[in-house]
């Protein structure tokens, strides 16, 4: 049986053409009977912009019995893919004159693109850390990359009353303190290379056949810490990319609402002036 969720998605899927198909047969014939179209379309896509920053809003009261927020996320993609092909008839297929206007329709195609863009990674990134082991709170990350790092010099340390032997302590501390002391390096993460992963673990091998058997237990330890690290940092790149896109989403959508209103004021005001 198909899942509630591949039902709405197809249905939204179909509304979402209907409309669009329906506007583009019935467009040219509106606009000849009605001159005024024009300031329509405007106040509907003025409608549907709010209608849509109101998902922001949703997020941030969730005890309100206003739907769940993935119903709300569903109508924010598809209301939002509808609102660039009504955008599209609103300029009349046309390039906009005046600097007021370029960056106007730049503006609704910034976040036109960023909204499909963070669609997209909405659905990756989730899938990514699943296959990574599961998703760590993103609040957490650091204490949990300072506990690994306090385990491993631990391990270390306790690697030298063991073995009567500082070999092991002394490569921690050349070679692999300042890799749990670092800060995450963001592209290969996000590309999930593991280059840096594998180069720290190949020293540690090599080490082996200079370390005490009691070392070379302890140094097993340490690599499998080394591993945690390397997926934590894989989880903080991919977390960190998804929150970040809201930085530029949200400013961009607010951007635009009040170029929109401007818009419509200046509009009326000037009796259908330039678009």
Same mark, same amino acid.
């Given at each position: 049986m198909l899942r509630p969720l591949l039902i709405r998605r197809a249905v939204l899927s179909l509304l979402t053409l209907g409309a669009a198909a329906a506007l583009a047969r019935h467009y040219p014939r509106l606009e000849a009977g009605f001159p005024h179209l024009v300031f329509l379309t405007g106040w509907w896509l003025f409608a549907l912009c709010l209608g849509l920053?109101?998902?922001?809003?949703?997020?941030?009261?969730? #005890?309100?019995?206003?739907?769940?927020?993935?119903?709300?996320? @569903?109508?924010?993609?598809?209301?939002g893919l509808f609102a660039g092909v009504l955008f599209v008839f609103h300029l009349r297929f046309a390039v906009p004159t005046g600097p007021f206007n370029l960056v106007l329709a730049g503006l609704f195609l910034a976040v036109t693109l960023s909204g499909i863009g963070g669609w997209w990674l909405s659905r990756a990134i989730p899938?990514?850390?699943?296959?990574? *082991? *599961?998703?760590?709170?993103?609040?957490?990350?650091?204490?949990?990359?300072?506990?690994?790092?306090? @385990?491993?010099?631990?391990? &270390?340390?306790?690697?030298?009353p063991e073995a009567k032997a500082t070999t092991l302590a002394a490569f921690y501390a050349r070679e692999l303190a300042p890799a749990f002391?670092?800060?995450? &390096? #963001?592209?290969?993460?996000?590309?999930?290379?593991?280059?840096?992963?594998?180069?720290?673990?190949?020293?540690?091998?090599?080490? *082996?056949?200079?370390?005490?058997a009691a070392e070379k237990t302890r140094a097993e330890e340490i690599a499998e810490l080394l591993r945690a690290?390397?997926?934590?940092?894989?989880h903080h790149a991919n977390q960190l990319l998804l929150?970040?896109?809201?930085?530029?989403?949200?400013?961009?959508?607010?951007?635009?609402?009040?170029?929109?209103?401007?818009?419509?004021?200046?509009?009326? &005001?000037?009796? !259908? !002036?330039?678009?």
């Open positions: 920053t109101a998902y922001n809003l949703r997020k941030k009261l969730p #005890f309100l019995p206003l739907l769940s927020s993935r119903v709300w996320l @569903q109508f924010h993609a598809y209301a899938r990514r850390l699943t296959s990574a *082991g *599961g998703e760590v709170p993103f609040e957490r990350i650091p204490v949990i990359r300072r506990d690994l790092r306090l @385990q491993a010099e631990k391990i &270390a340390l306790a690697a030298i002391a670092a800060r995450p &390096a #963001f592209l290969p993460h996000l590309v999930g290379s593991r280059a840096t992963l594998n180069d720290r673990l190949a020293a540690l091998t090599e080490s *082996g056949r200079y370390l005490a690290r390397h997926s934590l940092d894989f929150k970040g896109w809201l930085f530029v989403h949200l400013p961009l959508t607010y951007g635009l609402l009040v170029f929109t209103a401007v818009h419509v004021l200046l509009v009326h &005001a000037y009796s !259908g !002036g330039a678009r």
